[in-house]
């Protein structure tokens, strides 16, 4: 079956450990979450002006980095959710990571 991976693991860090395994995948810490989430292109530093009036204002009062999606323009900001998605990496990759400035 090309282009068919079957995984036999139930939950998500089985799962990526078949998939690493059978992809012979390797991960670079440096690029987690460094990607848009709508259009998975590479998030590039945004001024903090640029931001303004496309975030909340509590964001935009709060948050001190912003990055953009070059091509759809979604902005991303360092917020909570950030340190709940390394939680979950951490979990399903069982390494031992720290929150990186992007979202
Ligand atoms: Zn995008």
Redesign the pocket.
Same mark, same amino acid.
């Given at each position: 079956m090309d282009g068919v991976i079957c995984l036999s693991a139930n939950n998500t860090r089985e799962q990526l450990k078949e998939l690493f395994s059978v992809l012979d995948l390797k991960y670079d810490p440096e690029l987690f979450l460094a990607r $848009?989430s709508? &259009?998975?292109?590479e998030l590039e530093e945004c001024q903090r002006e640029q931001a303004y009036g496309k975030v909340p204002d509590y964001v935009w009062n709060t948050a001190q980095e912003f990055f953009k $999606?070059p091509? &759809?323009?979604?902005i991303y900001w360092q917020g909570t959710h950030v340190s709940r998605m390394y939680e979950h990496i951490k979990d399903w990759l069982n390494i031992n990571v720290t929150t990186k400035r992007r979202n």
């Open positions: $848009c709508y &259009c998975n292109r $999606c091509a &759809c323009g979604k």
